[in-house]
């Protein structure tokens, strides 16, 4: 599909004027527009894959005036970027090292570094001196999936002349940094009439005397390529089947618990994303699919998140025992440590090993499977994914797909600046750690998320209350998973687990919190009442426990379970016995459970809760009670043996300190302030 030029004039133009009045803003809201605009099409850049910058002049503190490179910094992503992401550097420096023959990486970012206009910026990107060395003011790279099926052609060149004539050179392959911006420059100075550079296994390079001429560019030229790619492509007719969904379930379940066991420890992080469409099921139909399969990445720096290789699954490798599941994965980690090994003793700096274990999965019949230790790492991985499979099948039908073989891989992946930031960062005590939780637009149900989220858990928030969801989400965080459903319905259980697993491969934690108090006294108390306060207080407790439980016997990991029960449990309050009498029989069902899943490395505890204020507890309830006693609200709240009020926060605290206590089960924790009549014995 041809890339459609998104440039306008007044746009850009309303850029300018919030930008200011000096050439060196204006300039700067220049490339804020067009980085953002090629940034927003993830077929030309994804990830922060690809760069931008721009020439132009500014002062300093004495009234001189500077030449200066605005620059990509790293942890910017194109598509959002804002002119802080385009750090200022001192021009002149930057060129005088193109008389340099060599330059170490960590030289050439602290000489970088050092050139900074504002010492706060972030690192200016790695091709920095590539954007120096080419004389132009406005520059763009891109990573775009047409020039990537170009760059990895067998003849790239022969294709590149075919298409652009001498409007373009090709720059062969070496790896990003001094030695690539000295090789690139050269090509150009030797053909400066070029209009565009080819950067061979790697990605496209075109500039301008303005950003639109240079953006312009990048759109003509990516659609040239295309188009003439396009005449290439085999009509792909393949009939595909969707899996089903209790297949593709018991698949994800089952490779999950094996790739846990793998990682050696029981709660290594394993999220998945799944990317499951006709194009992605057509491509893993192909006949030649085992070879893309070790063919390698499209372009270079794929590899720090995907690994040179997937894992290719057939749809009944899981269905094998579990030990030929691991044995498929373990033959694909010593590959690995072969291929590590074979490569680390020709470095001269030592090397730290990474996981040997895949990072993506091709899975037949399912589709594409990224492995995080987060969900964000995994969806950025199946995106990468996404777009190197159509650039291996439109090479692979254009002519070949060769992309940059072994040692270049590996000097990528192992990077000396890569290497630099393993083992710095300590993770979050929950990351890896799948939570779903209950009643969660509730006080206490976003309270229990919010406080598990922030400790790295992946969260799947379920409510009968869709709006309410929506909010709750908003403000903890746009990105965690929401799944409307009223846990009493027959269907709920099985609804929630096939969310869950679609979203991130399975569950580690169920947090059954969702509830509801009906009141009336028990001689008067209506049995229909009673009834339906057990549906909820206790049969949908009882029945996703039971469904998540299986699921964790399908992943054969540990898991936990964690009820909120209630204080009515143990010390019954007037006319509260209709929801006492469920809670108590879920105070039995924490033990019971505790009981037979220990066996299974499941944990199952509970939390009783008293005088929080919630849905359960609401403001009218508030004023109704503490008027009944004579005290005053604050008065009635802090109504415990330590005179404060207890929060829906000190309740989730509880939840996530029993989620940590690793050898915990059967136990409930109070939570209400002490009150000696409610205290367990
Ligand atoms: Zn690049």
Request: some cysteine; hydrophobic content about 40%; aromatic content about 6%.
């Amino acid at each position: 599909m041809l890339f459609s030029n998104n440039w306008c004039e007044e746009e850009c133009e309303q850029n300018r004027l919030a930008a200011g009045s000096s050439e060196f803003q204006r300039d700067l809201a220049d490339r804020v527009y067009t980085s953002q605009l090629i940034g927003k099409v993830p077929d030309l850049v994804m990830h922060g894959g690809g760069n931008t910058s721009c020439k132009t002049v500014t002062q300093n503190l004495f009234g001189e005036k500077i030449d200066v490179l605005c620059v990509k910094g790293s942890g910017w992503d194109l598509g959002t970027i804002e002119a802080a992401g385009l750090p200022a550097v001192k021009l002149d420096p930057l060129l005088k090292l193109r008389q340099l023959l060599k330059l170490s990486d960590e030289d050439m970012v602290n000489l970088q570094r050092a050139n900074l206009l504002d010492s706060s910026s972030p690192n200016p990107s790695v091709e920095t001196l590539l954007h120096a060395f080419l004389p132009y003011k406005f520059i763009d790279h891109t990573h775009s999936t047409p020039f990537l099926a170009l760059a990895n052609l067998p003849d790239p060149m022969a294709a590149m002349r075919e298409i652009f004539g001498v409007a373009f050179a090709m720059v062969p392959y070496v790896m990003p940094g001094f030695e690539l911006a000295k090789i690139a420059a050269k090509v150009h100075d030797e053909t400066p009439q070029i209009e565009g550079l080819l950067l061979a296994k790697h990605g496209h390079f075109t500039w301008g005397d303005t950003a639109k001429e240079s953006y312009d560019r990048v759109i003509d030229h990516t659609n040239r390529v295309e188009e003439w790619l396009a005449q290439y492509r085999v009509n792909k007719s393949v009939q595909v089947k969707m899996p089903h969904a209790h297949e593709q379930q018991d698949f994800l379940l089952k490779l999950r618990g094996a790739l846990v066991d793998c990682s050696g420890t029981a709660n290594s992080p394993v999220i998945f994303n799944i990317i499951q469409n006709e194009d992605t099921l057509r491509f893993l139909c192909r006949d030649d699919v085992s070879l893309h399969a070790k063919a390698g990445v499209a372009t270079p720096d794929h590899v720090i998140r995907t690994k040179a290789h997937p894992l290719l699954l057939e749809f009944d490798d899981v269905n094998k025992s579990r030990q030929d599941l691991i044995k498929l994965i373990s033959s694909y980690a010593a590959d690995y440590k072969s291929y590590f090994q074979r490569n680390a003793t020709s470095s001269v700096a030592p090397k730290t090993m990474l996981s040997p274990l895949p990072k993506l999965i091709w899975a037949k019949g399912i589709g594409l499977v990224g492995v995080g230790a987060t969900a964000k790492e995994a969806r950025v991985i199946t995106d990468l994914a996404q777009q190197n499979i159509k650039v291996m099948a439109d090479g692979a039908d254009a002519g070949g797909f060769h992309p940059v073989q072994e040692q270049d891989l590996f000097d990528l992946e192992y990077w000396s600046l890569e290497q630099a930031k393993l083992g710095k960062a300590k993770p979050p005590a929950m990351q890896g750690q799948i939570v779903i939780v209950t009643g969660g637009a509730g006080a206490i149900g976003s309270a229990i998320a919010t406080e598990f989220h922030a400790a790295g858990a992946e969260i799947m928030l379920v409510d009968k209350n869709a709006e309410q969801l929506e909010h709750i989400r908003s403000q903890i965080d746009p990105k965690i998973s929401i799944l409307q459903a009223d846990v009493t319905e027959p269907d709920a259980s099985t609804r929630i687990i096939e969310a869950v697993t679609k979203t991130f491969g399975g569950v580690d934690i169920l947090i059954s919190n969702a509830g509801s108090a009906q009141q009336s006294s028990i001689i008067d108390m209506d049995q229909q009442l009673l009834r339906g306060s057990f549906e909820l207080n206790f049969f949908a407790h009882f029945s996703l426990a039971q469904e998540v439980f299986k699921t964790f016997r399908k992943q054969a990991i540990n898991g936990q379970i964690l009820f909120n029960v209630s204080k009515q449990a143990v010390n019954p309050g007037q006319n509260f016995g209709a929801y006492g009498l469920p809670k108590s029989a879920l105070f039995f069902l924490v033990r019971q459970m505790a009981l037979e899943c220990g066996v299974h490395g499941v944990r199952v505890n509970g939390v009783n809760a008293d005088r929080i204020r919630s849905g359960l507890l609401n403001d009218a309830m508030i004023a109704e009670r503490s008027k009944a006693r004579g005290v005053d609200e604050a008065t009635y709240l802090a109504g415990n043996l330590l005179k404060k009020e207890v929060q829906a926060h000190h309740v989730a605290k509880a939840f996530l300190a029993l989620a940590n206590s690793d050898r915990t089960t059967g136990h409930v924790m109070t939570v209400d302030g002490g009150n000696i009549e409610a205290s367990l014995r």
